[in-house]
């Protein structure tokens, strides 16, 4: 159990998001099953929160190193690539090693590398530590959503990548806020200083929490081209690079964006940071309630939801509530979107999951760097007010290829349990749509 109060009230709002009370705890096998999931979202926390730190800290660091902020920001663009560039590669060089030890592994490397962030004299040397975390970030998120759907108690596979995405949310909510704030108060190097010492308490819980995970379904440098042949599969990457663009454009730049193009007073940038991460825990209870009856509509729903935000912050942008209220619809359409993502993926490569997860990762990040650096080039170019505009844009592209994709292949809902027969990935939409009709009915 944990001791202090913070940990207590993260487990009570991870127990809140989606409900994983109602997990099934009458066995030993689901408890650990549970303890396993929870472990797992922990990580997350700390992930997410070390990934879009800097969102909050961009003013601070550029201060410190004398350099224009659009510079500093491109420091997200170089993190997103790294991530990007190494994700396939990292998972078919460690596709044999069993999973729990891959995660110690990944975590030292993820400790030793904030270290180097927390004392960095130069810009240089905080790029070099950032791009350590970048590696670690690499080979987490290629292999954990596999991992927290591999171990979840049997039905509650939705829960286990819903739990994970409450880790983002609480990332936002908590890590990302309270980061800005620590950095305003005793310096942005704390900061990380801080998480690398968050993330050696989350080790020692992964590693008596975690059973041991032997490499399973991870497929290999063949299974990529039968990838790319899924036409379906394919236009996700592409819908995912599209809406993660779109959306980076304007969220990289969110924290200078509300201080000078908005108006807003640093606290009041905290509480639309706050709102933002905040309402991503109910996006994930939506999701873990509705996704698996619901699921093409949420998926094109929380799309154009985000479409429609960016949009209304671009023409809305000096009117405070208006802003908290586009904020507060955003936060949990980009959480939805995530989450929708990930199980259309694992859903379309089950002989593949961790080489389709590290595919969707790298695309996911190039979305990020180029969101950032679009972002940066628009901030330039046109001014800070036209990211929002611009990013909007991009995300309607993605809309118009998710359309395409339900179409082709309305989708299941969740990644259904390991076993259960299915049609093959390439067979035509209306054998999936009466496949889909029968496993819903199912369940029902």
């Given amino acids: 159990m944990p001791e202090d109060c913070s940990d207590v009230t993260l487990l009570f709002l991870l127990n809140l998001a989606l409900g994983v009370s109602g997990m099934p705890r009458s066995t030993l096998t689901n408890r650990r099953a549970s303890s396993g999931v929870y472990a797992l979202a922990l990580s997350a926390f700390v992930f997410n929160t070390s990934e879009f730190v800097p969102v909050g800290l961009l003013s601070d660091i550029s201060f410190s190193f004398g350099m224009p902020v659009t510079h500093v920001g491109l420091m997200l663009t170089i993190y997103a690539w790294v991530v990007a560039l190494t994700s396939l590669p990292f998972m078919l060089l460690t596709r044999r090693i069993e999973r729990r030890r891959l995660l110690m592994g990944t975590l030292l490397l993820f400790i030793a590398a904030h270290v180097v962030c927390g004392t960095a004299g130069s810009y240089a040397m905080l790029v070099a530590g950032r791009v350590g975390i970048a590696f670690s970030h690499a080979v987490f998120w290629s292999i954990t959503a596999s991992l927290a759907v591999r171990i979840a108690p049997p039905g509650k596979q939705a829960q286990a990548l819903g739990l994970l995405a409450a880790g983002t949310s609480i990332a936002m909510v908590l890590g990302i806020p309270a980061g800005r704030v620590i950095g305003d108060l005793i310096g942005w190097r704390t900061t990380f200083l801080l998480i690398g010492a968050v993330a050696a308490l989350v080790m020692v819980a992964l590693r008596l929490l975690l059973p041991r995970l032997p490499a399973q379904n991870v497929g290999s440098l063949t299974s990529i081209p039968l990838l790319f042949r899924r036409r379906v599969l394919v236009g996700l990457y592409l819908l995912t690079i599209a809406v993660v663009t779109g959306h980076f454009t304007a969220y990289s730049y ?23 991460g905040g309402m991503g825990i109910p996006g994930t209870i939506l999701f873990g309630r509705w996704y698996a009856h619901h699921s093409n509509a949420m998926f094109v729903g929380s799309i154009a939801l985000v479409a429609a935000c960016l949009l209304g912050i671009a023409v809305a942008k000096s ?3 208006t802003m908290i209220t586009l904020c507060a619809l955003w936060g949990p359409a980009i959480i939805v979107f995530g989450l929708a993502m990930q199980a259309r993926v694992l859903e379309r490569a089950p002989e593949a999951t961790d080489v389709a997860t590290a595919i969707y990762s790298a695309t996911y990040n190039v979305g990020i760097g180029a969101g950032a650096l679009l972002g940066s080039d628009v901030s330039v170019q046109l001014g800070l007010s036209d990211v929002g505009m611009v990013g909007s844009a991009l995300v309607a592209i993605g809309l ?45």
């Fill in 254 to 276: 969110i924290e200078p964006f509300a201080q000078t193009v908005a108006g807003l007073t640093p606290l009041d940038t905290t509480t639309l940071l706050l709102v933002f």
């Fill in 400 to 444: 118009l290829i998710s359309i395409w994709v339900i179409r082709q292949h309305p989708d299941v809902g969740m990644p259904v349990p390991p076993g259960t027969p299915r049609p093959h990935p390439d067979a035509p939409p209306g054998v999936w749509r009466r496949w889909r009709n029968r496993h819903a009915a199912r369940r029902g």
């Fill in 319 to 321: 009117h405070y509530w």
